[in-house]
């Protein structure tokens, strides 16, 4: 007989390509947690800046080994995705260094909610009835999240880390018509990273700007590689992996954010806080698990 007959050694063992979200989620807490390290001295834009420009290089060398094309078809739709991608990207980096790391994670985490809003009208795909029942969760979650006893400055920040949950759903629509007119993963990124960089430049060159210091590089090259590792691993998690099984480890990420927080700030959310998060998180599994 031959080898390529036999059957698999346990046809029941699950995906281990999906376990690659956990080493995602990892590097998104890490990443995080140095963002609120950073934000202490570094603006939101600076630290945008410098966590961008280490995945542009990265990219970059990538795209020049392998001597891979740049040119697109469908320009207009790689810089609509960038710059929603980087509005996004700063408005998460805000909330975190204003709230709570799990409390901004979470926030930031409500874009499948969002995304279920959206795939109807921009995708044109027909949502299950399950889709309304995770939204009434999960909006339910955010408002018990920010309750009427947050003060003025947390109302800010959160509203403005729930939007960052409503840009990062509009991300993924443009990265799944872009998937659809056959753009590679790597194209994507580049222009994302490309256009976040020089966004974030151009904010820092009209902004204050801090200069860095030699005991800033753990903290700056620590920001830009755990994103990166956290980027790498996520795209190899939904490649090889169970989509909806990768989809819904990515909010191990929110559990781990508040662990750190509790270990290096001692931030101790309240009881209610807690369930609003284990609602959002519930809310998002559901609506992965339904969405098209």
Do not use: C
Not at 135 to 143: A, E, K, P, T
Not at 221 to 233: D, E
């Amino acid at each position: 007989m031959k080898l390529s007959n036999l059957p698999p050694l346990n046809p029941k063992l699950p995906n281990l390509g999906s376990l690659w979200m956990l080493v995602a989620a990892l590097g998104f807490a890490i990443m995080g947690a140095l963002v609120k390290v950073g934000a202490q001295k570094f603006s939101g834009g600076e630290l945008v800046f410098y966590r961008s420009i280490f995945g542009l290089l990265v990219i970059w060398l990538y795209i020049a080994a392998n001597k891979l094309p740049l040119a697109t078809p469908v320009m207009y739709k790689q810089m609509s995705r960038a710059l929603v991608g980087f509005a996004s990207l700063v408005l998460f980096f805000y909330a975190i260094a204003h709230l709570p790391l799990a409390t901004a994670i979470t926030l930031n985490y409500t874009s499948p909610l969002f995304l279920a809003v959206f795939t109807p009208f921009l995708l044109h795909e027909k949502p299950k009835k399950t889709l309304f029942i995770s939204l009434i969760i999960g909006f339910f979650g955010v408002s018990l999240l920010l309750k009427p006893s947050f003060n003025s400055a947390d109302w800010l920040a959160g509203s403005l880390g729930l939007l960052s949950g409503v840009g990062a759903a509009l991300a993924y629509v443009h990265v799944k018509q872009l998937g659809k007119a056959n753009e590679p993963d790597w194209r994507t990124v580049f222009y994302f990273t490309l256009i976040s960089t020089i966004g974030a430049g151009l904010w820092m060159l009209f902004a204050s700007f801090h200069q860095v210091e030699w005991q800033d590089l753990p903290v700056l090259l620590g920001l830009g590689l755990s994103a990166t590792i956290a980027q790498l691993a996520m795209t190899r998690a939904y490649r090889t992996g169970n989509t909806l099984v990768v989809a819904s480890l990515a909010y191990v990420t929110v559990l781990l954010a508040s662990l750190f927080g509790v270990i290096w700030w001692q931030e101790h959310l309240s009881f209610d806080a807690w369930i609003a998060i284990a609602l959002i998180i519930l809310s998002g599994v559901i609506s992965i698990r339904a969405t098209p």
